[in-house]
């Protein structure tokens, strides 16, 4: 980073002191630092898993903006890369992992699939977008993204970063949980959150529920 772009605290610096020390913001030092170190995690879950592989090899190299750590575990990571089709059944598993990352932290969903369900949206299997049950920072469009829109998704999760503060940063608050509850997998996917919900359309005559449907009201 140039001089120039870390001395932002206002302050001038003596002529004969310029290009030897810098003045700046914590923010600014402390959002330089994290955004320029980001270890996303190391998983995939279908075909754009391949484009982030690419992305991670020596043609478009991601460790050119610091992110070349892609950690196995998720205490170590800190952003997740949903790259590929949300499963039901890997809903459980991929809330578990973000649950384990440590603040802060951050989700970027890859592709249609992971936005939205993409060309599997109407299948019995798979969820429609993982911003459903986990906080999604980046979303990048395309079926597979490639590398280089990988890369510019990257990029702005950056730039997100350098826009925090530390004196609103949730991971720093008193009495916020982030943690989202895991969802339970069994004839189908249940979301805790919405135990309410299920409990009160459950006990609901069939033929009401129906014409709810019918109606679009659901
Ligand atoms: S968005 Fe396209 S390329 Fe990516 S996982 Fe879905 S089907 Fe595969």
Redesign the pocket.
């Given at each position: 980073m140039a001089m120039d772009e870390i001395n932002k605290a206002g302050v001038t610096i003596p002529p004969e002191l310029q290009g030897q020390i810098a003045i700046t913001t914590l923010d600014k030092i402390y959002n330089w630092s994290r955004s320029n170190s980001l270890w996303p995690m190391m998983f995939g879950l279908?075909?754009?898993a391949i484009e982030m592989i690419i992305t991670a090899a020596s043609r478009y190299d991601f460790s050119r903006f610091g992110m070349e750590v892609m950690r196995p575990s998720p205490r170590q990571a800190d952003i997740m890369i949903v790259s590929?089709?949300v499963t039901k059944k890997m809903v459980p598993q991929i809330v578990r992992l973000y649950n384990q990352m440590s603040e802060p932290r951050y989700v970027l969903a890859m592709?249609?699939?992971a936005s939205g369900g993409?060309?599997f949206k109407e299948g019995y299997n798979v969820v429609s977008g993982i911003d459903k049950f986990i906080p999604v920072d980046i979303y990048i469009p395309g079926?597979?993204p490639t590398p280089q829109a990988l890369l510019h998704g990257l990029i702005i999760m950056q730039k997100k970063i350098e826009r925090q503060k530390l004196s609103d940063a949730d991971w720093y608050k008193k009495d916020v949980d982030n943690e989202i509850p895991v969802p339970i997998l069994g004839p189908d996917l249940i979301d805790p959150r919405k135990y309410a919900l299920i409990k009160e359309q459950t006990h609901k005559p069939a033929f009401q529920v129906v014409e709810e449907v019918q109606n679009g009201d659901e």
């Open positions: 279908a075909c754009c590929g089709t592709g249609a699939c993409g060309p079926c597979p």
